[in-house]
């Protein structure tokens, strides 16, 4: 028992330090920040590389890592994320997940891809109290990270840029008004964040012995959880988010068992925002600043699309590109197809709704669990597998998302985040070995397994989609979702009751996303729960942000885009998530409201 | 008198909105200038403009003979121009204590500074009585208060004012103006200032600007305009005689 605390005490101790910087930034930037979430991975590797590889004292190599982080950080907030965030919050939350693929990939492509063992430089179990084992090693980390927050603290309760920190993240217009680098004071902000990133990632090299560059994304979407359970921008909400986290965390997979880990996670998450929507030491964002819901609407006009585009793209995707593409081509094309029916059913809840909904990858799932499952043990045909498949993402997930619909701000978009997550969990408890051997879609008898056949499967599904999503545009309805997208206080003055409305947009996004769900499932004949991750969400969202968020066809584009044009890239696998990240980072640089937004 | 701040023919857009025409405006030393005008009429766009939150598309603000039409907000604090935002606008989980160093962010004269926040004890003694308090939880004449020794703790030679009176209790109104009145008869600092009330701007103000849409339509002294006609139509009132 007393074992599990310490060891939730140290994983809090990694979310603290993770999530603190997280609230740091999206203080003073109101932006959060998901580079940070590469610091931890970029720490690991870079106190390996120190210790394992140069032979360097870790007394040397942790302020190296540190100061090296820190710089790095310096450099992300000048070059990308502040002059988005002067102008729009989610571009630059969204440049920022871009710079963290490429900070993941270009430490891959430096360090190696696989695990190294840490050594051991302090004794981990040295001490035995009764039945507590722990060692130096640990107190250590629970000693510097205890220094490191009293500093922190002094800092900002009484150095100058600390005060200037302070006021800058309570009012930041009134900050400039007083003659407060407000820039300065995002670039310090920046670089304490990723050092503590840094110096979370070396812990968790201490503690769990191997480091990898990728073992930021997990660690730090539970720090993220921490600062929002803290609540965004409160630094004491971090520490405190930080190890109540770890600590349940650690019980729960005593309890429970390691596979229980994000379920736990993402419960504890959305129970807060419930109960307390601005976290526990935050307070109720206020309604006027949700820079994360319709930052994109009413921002710039769609271009206007002469009449005989429509045909044309649809001879040009129907029937031209089916009579001389290769099969590879159509592969492709299956793949951009697939990801454009979701992204366009998608439209309605980020667009529309203005939910930035981070969790597609949840209802994508459940389609593609259901058509399966209901095809293999139920004999459904594939067509009937494929509205079942969506019917029941869209009733699973309107089930689970139905507390979420009070929060708001930035909260909700982390609500739906821990959703997608937690989704994919509960799936990986149930059945976590994967599906094998789904059946392949049937027409009377002929088997329809070709490339050409698959293609021109989505294709219909893809035109029913949009012709679907554009009648809902027009109609009554999606009216009355666009005017709670747009806002939400106006439209409920009027009468119009938005979060009834905003799942009602969910649930027909997730209906599309199980249909998508359902294609890849019956495409790959294959399906196991780590296909279903966090990157496939943002996938999505990029997708539709690329195209124009509210553009039912603009997804068509970004999916050509981002799904077509990065598997050009497939001959240098490292370089392709590089290439996607600058391709992300330039589009929302320059077109903001999406290629097929015209800049207002 | 010299101009402490002239604004020459300035052209503000918002994207393709234009929201200053051509404005030229003048504060003298130790002046109380008033900045009258409807909604939108581009009265805070000019207080911004003169703080250095917008870009200027053509024209030139010169203050204290400077010229600092690109000059940052920092540089323009430290030269002499404060600011008491729209809405006070205090740093709300900062201690009143805090909020007055915030005031003095640009100097780094620590005498000096120790003795400004005496002086601002002593000149609003409520403030001395919550300084450890968070501002927050003051009362709004208390908050007002306080964005007004804010601004004086940077020891300006003007301070921008963006309707101080907003929200206030009628009672509260008074205080507050006299308080502007108090501030520029002993400190000497000018003010320029937003406020919607014409007659109450005008009898504080020795000179006041008209904004419509953008563009100053009206300026002259405070007598000259609370006898013109169209000001006592839009603003005082009083229906003009048929």
Redesign the interface.
């Known amino acids: 028992m007393l074992n599990t605390l310490i060891d939730g005490l140290l994983r809090g101790n990694v979310y603290a330090l993770g999530a603190v910087g997280i609230s740091l930034v999206f203080g003073v930037m109101n932006v959060v920040n998901f580079a940070q979430f590469s610091f931890f991975g970029l720490g690991a590797m870079l106190a390996w590389f120190f210790v394992a590889q140069e032979g360097l004292p870790f007394w040397l190599a942790l302020p190296l890592v540190l100061v090296i982080c820190g710089a790095l950080g310096l450099v992300i907030n000048i070059s990308v994320v502040r002059p988005l965030a002067k102008f729009l919050p989610l571009a630059a939350m969204l440049s920022t997940y871009a710079v963290s693929q490429i900070l993941d990939n270009v430490s891959q492509i430096s360090f190696g891809a696989q695990f190294r063992v840490f050594p051991q430089v302090l004794p981990t179990s040295n001490f035995h109290i009764g039945n507590m084992r722990f060692g130096t090693s640990d107190v250590v980390m629970l000693s510097i990270t205890a220094v490191v927050m009293v500093v922190m603290s002094l800092f900002l309760k009484y150095g100058k840029i600390g005060k200037a920190i302070r006021a800058t993240a309570q009012d930041q217009e009134a900050a400039l008004q007083m003659g407060i680098p407000v820039g300065l004071v995002q670039h310090v902000s920046f670089v304490i964040a990723s050092s503590l990133g840094g110096l979370a990632g070396v812990f968790i090299a201490l503690y769990i012995g191997v480091a990898n560059p990728t073992s930021g994304l997990d660690i730090g979407l539970t720090a993220f959880v921490a600062a929002t359970l803290g609540g965004l921008g409160s630094l004491v909400g971090g520490v405190i988010g930080g190890f109540v986290l770890g600590i349940l965390e650690a019980f729960g997979i005593y309890f429970f068992g390691d596979t229980s880990r994000e379920i736990i996670v993402f419960v504890i998450l959305i129970v807060v925002l419930i109960v307390r929507p601005g976290g526990l030491m935050g307070k109720v964002p206020l309604i006027s600043t949700e820079p994360l819901t319709g930052t994109f609407l009413g921002k710039g006009r769609p271009l206007r699309m002469p009449r005989w585009v429509w045909p044309a793209a649809f001879v040009v995707g129907g029937v031209v590109i089916p009579l001389v593409a290769s099969d590879y081509v159509l592969t492709t094309g299956t793949q951009v197809l697939i990801y454009a029916i979701i992204a366009a059913g998608f439209t309605v809840t980020a667009g529309q709704s203005g939910v930035l909904a981070l969790g597609q990858a949840g209802p994508i799932a459940i389609g593609a669990y259901t058509s399966a499952l209901v095809t293999m043990n139920l004999h459904f045909s594939f067509w009937a597998a494929l509205p079942v498949a969506g019917l029941s993402a869209a009733i699973i997930a309107s089930v689970l998302a139905s507390p979420i619909w009070g929060v708001k701000g930035h909260y909700i978009s982390i609500a739906t985040l821990g959703l997608g997550v937690a989704i994919v969990a509960i799936i990986q408890l149930l059945e976590p070995q994967g599906i094998y051997n789904i059946p392949v879609p049937q027409w009377f008898g002929t088997v329809l397994s070709t490339p050409i056949a698959y293609y021109l499967i989505d294709f219909g599904v893809l035109v029913i989609t949009l012709l679907v999503m554009w009648r809902i545009r027009r109609s009554h309805l999606g009216r009355v979702i666009s005017a709670v997208g747009s806002d939400e206080v106006a439209a409920l003055a009027s009468g119009v009751r938005g979060r009834n409305y905003k799942a009602l947009a969910f649930a027909i996004s997730a209906f599309f996303a199980g249909v998508g769900g359902s294609l890849l499932a019956h495409q790959y004949t294959y399906i196991d729960p780590t296909m279903f991750t966090m990157l496939m969400s943002l996938l999505v969202v990029t997708i539709v942000i690329m195209g124009g968020v509210s553009l039912p066809y603009g997804a068509v584009v970004g999916s050509i885009i981002l799904i077509g044009a990065m598997e050009l890239l497939r001959f240098t696998p490292e370089l392709r998530i590089i290439a996607y990240g600058l391709v992300l980072i330039l589009v929302v640089r320059f077109r903001p409201g999406g290629i097929l937004v015209r800049n207002s | 008198m010299t101009d402490l701040l002239a604004l020459d023919d300035v052209n503000v857009y918002y994207?393709p909105f234009h929201a200053l025409r051509g404005n030229t405006l003048t504060v003298g030393e130790g002046e109380i200038v008033s900045l009258l005008g409807g909604n939108a009429s581009g009265k805070s766009t000019t207080m911004k403009t003169i703080?250095g939150?917008i870009k200027v598309k053509s024209g030139t603000v010169h203050f204290a003979g400077e010229d600092v039409t690109h000059a940052s907000?920092?540089h323009?604090?430290?030269a002499g121009i404060a600011?008491v935002?729209e809405a006070r606008?205090?740093?709300?989980?900062?201690t009143v204590d805090?909020n007055l160093?915030?005031?003095a962010?640009?100097r780094s004269d620590r005498a000096g500074i120790a003795e400004d926040l005496e002086r601002m004890r002593d000149r609003f003694p409520r403030l001395a009585e919550r300084r450890r308090q968070e501002a927050g939880t003051l009362s709004g004449g208390e908050q007002q208060m306080l964005a007004f020794a804010?601004a004086l703790m940077?020891r300006p030679k003007l301070i921008c004012m963006d309707e101080p009176t907003m929200g206030l209790a009628p009672k509260l109104v008074d205080q507050v103006l006299d308080e502007i009145v108090r501030i520029n008869k002993e400190l000497g600092v000018a003010v320029l200032f937003v406020e919607q009330q014409a007659e109450l701007a005008l009898s504080i103000a020795s000179r006041g600007y008209v904004l419509a849409t953008g563009e100053i339509v009206l300026k002259g002294t405070s007598n000259e305009l609370l006898h013109n006609p169209q000001i006592q139509e839009a603003y005082l009132g009083k229906a003009t005689q048929a």
């Open positions: 994207g703080l939150l907000t920092r323009r604090v430290k600011s935002p606008r205090v740093f709300p989980q900062m805090e160093m915030a005031g962010y640009t804010r940077s």
